[in-house]
């Protein structure tokens, strides 16, 4: 059974950069295809952020492409999300997944993130 | 901007049938946007309990099924239970390699 647990500050100061990692356990990262960065706001939902295949290529939510940066070690059987210029309205719980056929199928626990000075 | 619509809330009785749906703010979602449902507690993670349209995530009991209604995506509780009062969310792929989420229906079960 996969477990995904996300790390990283819990407050990040406004314009500055967000900085995530996805530790995966009880499975290796190479065993899927690909791994998603998801967040969630009281404002606007659930978000897809974006993912990452085991072999490096990248797709990311046409809304935040151009802030949005995700990277896999696979040595460390993590991925990791840089999040660039972060405003209040980033303000919210951070998830990773490992994705199913076209699906979000397994999800971390979640951590909080907050912008703040 | 694409946005995925879902009920805002919907009361179903115990032991009751209740039907959520899942649409486009323009056009018909079908099979070929591959949709997903997730349950979420608060305070919890999402958990999944649909993909592909109508195929069941492990562990996830047979009284939830997903189907194409019309021009949206559905999720069927039959026989709803105390522990099915929460949140649910469709996701759409959209093939340009991205996910969006439908805005999410809280259930109420009383």
């Known amino acids: 059974q996969v477990q995904l647990q996300e790390s990283g500050p819990g407050l990040v100061e406004p314009s500055g950069t967000l900085s995530l990692t996805c530790a995966v356990s009880?499975?290796?990262?190479?065993?899927?295809?690909?791994w998603s960065w998801l967040r969630q706001t009281p404002g606007k939902g659930l978000e897809w952020i974006g993912e990452?295949?085991?072999?490096?290529?990248?797709n990311y939510n046409p809304s935040l492409k151009s802030r949005v940066t995700i990277s896999v070690d696979k040595s460390k059987n993590h991925f990791s999300l840089k999040l660039s210029s972060m405003t209040a309205a980033d303000t919210a719980v951070y998830y990773c997944?490992?994705?199913?056929?076209?699906?979000?199928?397994?999800w971390g626990q979640g951590t909080l993130v907050t912008v703040s000075s | 901007q694409t946005v995925v619509t879902q009920e805002p809330s919907f009361s179903v009785s115990p032991g009751g049938t209740v039907t959520l749906t899942c649409g486009l703010s323009?056009?018909?979602?079908?099979?070929?946007?591959?949709p997903s449902w997730y349950q979420q507690t608060p305070g919890q993670a999402p958990r999944t309990l649909i993909y592909?349209?109508?195929t069941r995530s492990s562990g996830v009991p047979d009284r939830f099924s997903g189907s194409i209604l019309g021009n949206k995506a559905a999720l069927t509780i039959t026989g709803a239970q105390a522990d099915d009062e929460c949140d649910y969310y469709c996701?759409?792929?959209?093939?340009?390699?991205?996910?969006?989420f439908g805005t999410g229906t809280k259930v109420t079960v009383l």
């Open positions: 997944a490992r994705n199913g056929r076209y699906s979000l199928a397994s």
């Open positions: 009880g499975d290796s990262i190479s065993s899927s295809d690909w």
């Open positions: 990452i295949y085991r072999g490096g290529n990248t």
């Open positions: 592909e349209t109508n």
């Open positions: 323009s056009g018909s979602v079908s099979t070929s946007y591959h």
């Open positions: 996701v759409l792929y959209m093939g340009s390699d991205y996910y969006v």
